[in-house]
């Protein structure tokens, strides 16, 4: 009880000075890097101001989930860091990478599996691969199928697998190219409970294991808790950070251990009270 | 045969009543072709209906073998079936081209798709004498013909599978950062072999209409021909079996297209 009381006092002086939500600490690696970026959006019935002020970072290693009310613009993050979409103001650095090459670092993992059903499992995973031009990535791709466990279903079809099988295809595909951020949105959303509670764990223990950085969207606030590092709480539109926690004290704990420990519902429920009032 | 070795006797029992269904399905099938042929020939043997008007299949087969014997037959209907499977692949390949052309280019598909609908709701048989005026009296007039019921639709339809790509991959394509020639390649088209099968089945129908519509004006050769010409000497024999060699081919033709369709769908279709 006493350590999780600090750990939420400090996150709560964070959160006071927005300012303070980037790291002064020069010791820290930052791979991805938000200051003071906005985003309007032009439609018929006028512009809409989506994102305003945005600062955080994405440090290298960590597992940076983002949770925020609905339509608040947490998809719209994720693509403005791969540059999908171009912010209206404020800077984006990505390792120190402009614009273009940022697509190439990141490699995104979507709602749903998006397998296409006319390939191999083996050629839906070398997909990425092929439309990025990378040579020689093959073998690391078919390591991968064997590791997770799909090593027997290569030329198999997506429809012959099960959601969860699909999903981790899915993530493998993602990796095939070697991203050096993974950009996960809400990537078991289509997925059942129980299926859910499996890829989640999945999921979690390859992007540990194969030492990635991933920024993880969602909106289901025990997931954000049992898979990230660090979780931004996003305000209701015009998006932007109010408040940051830390999840370190169980940081070491695999996702469905998780939700066994105390700390689970105490985050959960400091989280929801943050997302429940609307802004300030 | 495995399955069927360790299913219960219920089972068993159930395979055998569907299958007995289907085999008295197909026999009733013959059964009403057979019928209506023996129907035919007998009215018309009894003098009930006029065989001078209504032919008989028993005329139908005479006739039929005394054209293949002096080889005219085979010159109608290969003329037919050119003119038909040339004015097929050609729109099929140009209708695929042209809506690939659409999708590639957002304002060209604004500009031209009213003009597109009003071309398909015309009745492209009004145009036969200005293509037989500009293409002239023959072969390649009845090709235009063919070509020009069948391709607006096969645009139509092509375009409008092209435009319904699943938009969640279309998404997973822009974030591995593919160029627009990869998207068509690697997402569009092979998520469109259905559509385009489908398109290939309606374009069976047309461009037999077609050959068929242009062989009556142009009146030079083929089955089309021979049922014009038949039906103005008043040989209804001859109009007959024209008439059911163009049935068969028809059929063939179906059937063909039907079978990649299967073996497409093997492979292409949704899971």
């Known amino acids: 009880m006493a350590d999780k009381t600090i750990a939420l006092k400090d996150t709560d002086a964070k959160s006071a000075d927005p300012t303070l939500n980037v790291s002064k600490d020069k010791d820290v690696d930052v791979l991805v890097k938000f200051q003071d970026v906005s985003l309007t959006y032009h439609d018929k019935s006028g512009e809409t101001l989506a994102i305003s002020n945005l600062d955080f970072e994405v440090r290298r290693g960590e597992l940076l989930g983002i949770v925020g009310p609905s339509g608040c613009g947490k998809t719209t993050v994720l693509s403005i860091i791969s540059s999908i979409i171009k912010p209206s103001g404020g800077k984006v650095s990505v390792d120190k990478a402009e614009a273009e090459e940022r697509r190439d670092k990141c490699g995104y993992m979507l709602q749903r599996d998006e397998l296409f059903p006319w390939l191999t499992i083996s050629q839906n995973v070398l997909l990425g691969t092929k439309i990025k031009k990378m040579k020689g990535r093959r073998e690391y791709a078919y390591a991968l199928l064997d590791k997770y466990g799909l090593g027997d279903f290569k030329n198999r079809y997506p429809s012959q697998l099960s959601g969860g099988m699909r999903q981790r295809v899915a993530l493998i595909r993602t990796l095939a190219t070697a991203p050096e951020l993974l950009l996960l949105d809400e990537p078991f959303g289509a997925l059942d409970f129980q299926t859910r509670l499996h890829v989640v764990e999945d999921v979690h223990s390859i992007i540990k294991s194969e030492k990635k950085t991933a920024v993880f969207v969602t909106h289901d606030i025990s997931e954000a808790i049992s898979m990230c590092d660090r979780i931004i709480i996003l305000t209701a539109r015009p998006a932007t950070v109010k408040k940051v926690v830390d999840l370190t004290p169980i940081k070491e704990l695999k996702p469905l251990d998780r939700r066994e420990s105390p700390l689970f519902q105490k985050y959960f429920e400091d989280i929801w009270k943050n997302l429940q009032n609307k802004r300030g | ?271």
């Not at chain 2, 009543?17 to 035919?40: D, E, T």
């Not at chain 2, 060209?108 to 004498?129: F, M, S, T």
């Not at chain 2, 109009?239 to 990649?260: I, K, Q, R």
């Open chain 2, 1 to 271: 045969m495995k399955k069927n070795m360790n299913c219960s006797a219920e089972h068993k029992k159930y395979l055998t009543a569907q299958k007995h269904k289907k085999i008295a399905v197909s026999a009733m099938r013959w059964g009403v072709l057979i019928l209506i042929i023996a129907l035919w020939e007998l009215l018309a043997r009894l003098n009930v209906i006029d065989s001078f008007i209504t032919s008989s299949p028993s005329r139908i087969w005479e006739t039929f073998i005394s054209l293949c014997k002096d080889g005219s037959l085979f010159t109608h209907a290969g003329v037919t079936l050119y003119e038909t499977v040339v004015s097929f692949l050609l729109a099929t390949g140009l209708g695929t081209l042209i809506a690939i052309a659409l999708w590639w280019c957002d304002t060209l598909r604004n500009v031209l798709e009213p003009h597109l609908v009003v071309l398909n709701a015309l009745p492209k048989i009004a145009l036969g004498p200005i293509i037989i005026i500009w293409v002239g009296a023959g072969t390649g007039a009845i090709i235009v013909m063919a070509l020009m019921i069948s391709l607006i639709i096969t645009v139509l339809s092509t375009l409008s599978g092209f435009m319904e790509v699943d938009k969640g991959k279309l998404t997973l394509m822009d974030t591995m950062n593919a160029t627009k020639l990869q998207k068509l390649f690697y997402l569009v088209l092979p998520s469109n072999v259905p559509t385009i099968i489908s398109a290939l089945k309606i374009n069976v129908g047309l461009c037999w209409v077609g050959t068929i519509m242009g062989e009556y004006l142009v009146s030079r050769a083929g089955l089309g021909y021979l049922i014009i010409y038949g039906g103005q000497v008043f040989q209804l024999d001859l109009v007959m079996t024209s008439t059911v060699v163009l049935c068969v081919l028809a059929a063939l033709m179906y059937a063909c297209v039907a079978l990649l369709e299967k073996l497409a769908y093997k492979k292409f279709g949704k899971a």
